[in-house]
């Protein structure tokens, strides 16, 4: 107990009283010391540092790269993978205006190409992952006979729900096989744009839209496939969706941006994009 001391005129400090004090004062202080190195160590033994791998990626790669992200993960469990979804046109805008992207997955290698031919990346960076399909996709009620007429089918539909091809490239492809069957001047007043093929596919799967040509990627899903009919479009009736990716300059995370885009040229990757419709590129 600490006995609380009145100030007294008479009150004398002996001139070598510090140097009997002092010495506690070390041993307390050596103590404190000890134990915050103590707690430091422990607190970093029990914590392992979160390395985060942000994605840019094409709305069409939703499911599948759902999927390898969580066979990263599975290897890692300290690694965060943060993905943007949208328009592979759109995201190529951002990335030219140096959005803090660690890769970028693109549903067109032109894309990835131009940043490159930019300045944005090397050639050492740039990969082919996978060939895009598109599909004719209608609701399981619909009447309209897909199966047998294909595209020619769609004459019946009254909303016709595609990407918008400005920017999205799987828009582009819908557009060049109704041009390449003359129907595009029929369908141009029916059609409902979505900002990426994902969005597209949505306005089919909520009444939006009477059918839509979409990314076969998505069609494949359970959900789709349990609410709906689908048939390829023939791969000459447009321009191959040669898809590939970039891993950027600035990249963060490169470690880990180099670690799923082996996963993605692996033969598990492989098997895993063929799995959700995609055709393999050329080596």
Same mark, same amino acid.
Request: with cysteine.
């Given at each position: 107990?600490?006995?609380?001391?009145?100030? &007294?005129?008479?009150?004398?400090?002996?001139?070598?009283?510090?140097?009997?004090?002092?010495?506690?004062?070390? #041993?307390?202080?050596?103590?404190?010391?000890?134990?915050?190195?103590?707690?430091?160590?422990?607190?970093?033994?029990?914590?392992?540092?979160?390395?985060?791998?942000?994605?840019?990626?094409?709305?069409?790669?939703?499911?599948?790269?759902?999927?390898?992200?969580?066979?990263?993960?599975?290897?890692?469990?300290? +690694?965060?993978?943060?993905?943007?979804?949208?328009?592979?046109?759109?995201?190529?805008?951002?990335?030219?205006? &140096?959005?803090?992207?660690?890769?970028?997955?693109?549903?067109?290698?032109?894309?990835?190409?131009? +940043?490159?031919? &930019?300045?944005?990346?090397?050639?050492?960076?740039?990969?082919?992952?996978? #060939?895009?399909?598109?599909?004719?996709?209608?609701?399981?009620?619909?009447?309209?006979?897909?199966?047998?007429?294909?595209?020619?089918?769609?004459?019946?539909?009254?909303?016709?729900?595609?990407?918008?091809?400005?920017?999205?490239?799987?828009?582009?492809?819908?557009?060049?096989?109704?041009?390449?069957?003359?129907?595009?001047?029929?369908?141009?007043?029916?059609?409902?744009?979505?900002?990426?093929?994902?969005?597209?596919?949505?306005?089919?799967?909520?009444?939006?839209?009477?059918?839509?040509?979409?990314?076969?990627?998505?069609?494949?899903?359970?959900?789709?496939?349990?609410?709906?009919?689908?048939?390829?479009?023939?791969?000459?009736?447009?321009?191959?969706?040669?898809?590939?990716?970039?891993? +950027?300059?600035?990249?963060?995370? &490169?470690?880990?941006?180099?670690?799923?885009?082996?996963?993605?040229?692996?033969?598990?990757?492989?098997?895993?994009?063929?799995?959700?419709?995609?055709?393999?590129?050329?080596?």
């Amino acid at each position: 107990m600490f006995n609380t001391l009145s100030p &007294r005129a008479d009150l004398k400090v002996s001139p070598r009283a510090d140097l009997k004090v002092g010495p506690y004062i070390l #041993v307390l202080m050596g103590i404190l010391v000890l134990m915050g190195g103590v707690l430091a160590l422990t607190a970093c033994s029990g914590a392992r540092a979160t390395s985060v791998l942000r994605v840019a990626a094409a709305a069409d790669l939703k499911f599948a790269l759902d999927e390898a992200i969580a066979t990263l993960r599975a290897r890692d469990p300290d +690694l965060d993978v943060q993905v943007a979804y949208g328009s592979s046109g759109t995201l190529h805008a951002q990335l030219g205006q &140096r959005a803090p992207y660690d890769l970028f997955l693109s549903a067109d290698v032109e894309y990835p190409r131009d +940043l490159v031919a &930019r300045g944005i990346g090397t050639d050492d960076d740039l990969f082919l992952y996978a #060939v895009g399909r598109i599909v004719v996709w209608v609701p399981s009620d619909s009447t309209l006979p897909i199966e047998r007429d294909g595209l020619r089918a769609l004459e019946g539909a009254e909303r016709i729900a595609l990407a918008n091809p400005r920017h999205a490239p799987y828009g582009r492809a819908a557009e060049a096989a109704m041009r390449r069957a003359e129907l595009w001047d029929l369908f141009a007043q029916r059609l409902v744009l979505g900002e990426n093929v994902a969005q597209a596919a949505q306005f089919i799967q909520s009444g939006a839209a009477d059918a839509g040509v979409i990314a076969k990627s998505l069609a494949v899903t359970p959900r789709m496939r349990g609410a709906g009919r689908f048939v390829d479009v023939p791969e000459d009736a447009h321009p191959r969706l040669v898809q590939g990716g970039l891993i +950027l300059p600035w990249a963060v995370s &490169r470690e880990a941006a180099d670690g799923l885009r082996e996963l993605l040229l692996s033969a598990e990757g492989r098997r895993l994009l063929t799995s959700y419709g995609f055709d393999l590129p050329p080596r």
